[in-house]
T-cell receptor, first 114, second 110 residues
Framework: EPEVTQTPSHQVTQMGQEVILRCVPISNHLYFYWYRQILGQKVEFLVSFYNNEISEKSEIFDDQFSVERPDGSNFTLKIRSTKLEDSAMYFC????????????FGPGTRLTVT | TQLLEQSPQFLSIQEGENLTVYCNSSSVFSSLQWYRQEPGEGPVLLVTVVTGGEVKKLKRLTFQFGDARKDSSLHITAAQPGDTGLYLCAGLPGGDKIIFGKGTRLHILP
């Protein structure tokens, strides 16, 4: 069964460093998302992406964040200058154009900022 | 800000018992969903309810969407240890993002 994959599974970085989290969505999906989950808290929407553009973003997704689809398979989330409060699980999700309600989530990348 | 409140936060019951988990909001949602999340993994969609009053069944799990589209419930009949996990309520307020509740952590004792 096709699945969303994410790398790395765990990333440790120092405050102020740039990180790139990578996702490979399901191959025929056209809508892509990033969510985050701070330890012990709820899953929060960050950004949605379609047709090489951001469709919607939350207040969390400020100028320090960016997303890119550099090729036909990868979808990345970049944090330019990480802060301690960026430590969280980051989930990528994707969906078909025709399946409005069904987003498939990846296993997540645990980001630890020290 | 649209919020989804889940109750209870934690529930520990004996195998074979029935249970209900609730999801409430003051806002109307175009649809509500239930996910299950295992430790170290992403949420996995169980069901989507889109019509007020809708009831969906998935084996021993029954999901209901409130008539006013502001609440939902998950009922498990004859709970099994394999039902242990974190259950997340989520809503689609319109647009494409999903809003999640904090979850109900369910533990079924054998």
């Amino acid at each position: 069964e096709p699945e969303v994959t994410q790398t790395p599974s765990h990333q440790v970085t120092q405050m102020g460093q740039e990180v790139i989290l990578r996702c490979v969505p399901i191959s025929n999906h056209l809508y892509f998302y990033w969510y985050r989950q701070i330890l012990g808290q709820k899953v929060e929407f960050l950004v949605s992406f379609y047709n090489n553009e951001i469709s919607e973003k939350s207040e969390i997704f400020d100028d320090q964040f960016s997303v890119e689809r550099p090729d036909g398979s990868n979808f990345t989330l970049k944090i330019r200058s990480t802060k301690l409060e960026d430590s969280a699980m980051y989930f990528c999700a994707s969906r078909l154009r025709t399946s409005l309600y069904e987003q498939y989530f990846g296993p997540g990348t645990r980001l630890t900022v020290t | 800000t649209q919020l989804l409140e889940q109750s209870p936060q934690f529930l520990s019951i004996q195998e074979g018992e029935n249970l209900t988990v609730y999801c409430n909001s003051s806002s109307v949602f175009s649809s509500l969903q239930w996910y299950r999340q295992e430790p170290g993994e992403g949420p996995v969609l169980l069901v989507t309810v889109v019509t007020g009053g809708e009831v969906k069944k998935l084996k021993r799990l029954t999901f209901q969407f409130g008539d006013a589209r502001k609440d939902s419930s998950l009922h498990i009949t004859a709970a099994q240890p394999g039902d242990t996990g974190l259950y997340l309520c989520a809503g689609l307020p319109g647009g494409d993002k999903i809003i999640f509740g904090k979850g109900t952590r369910l533990h079924i004792l054998p």
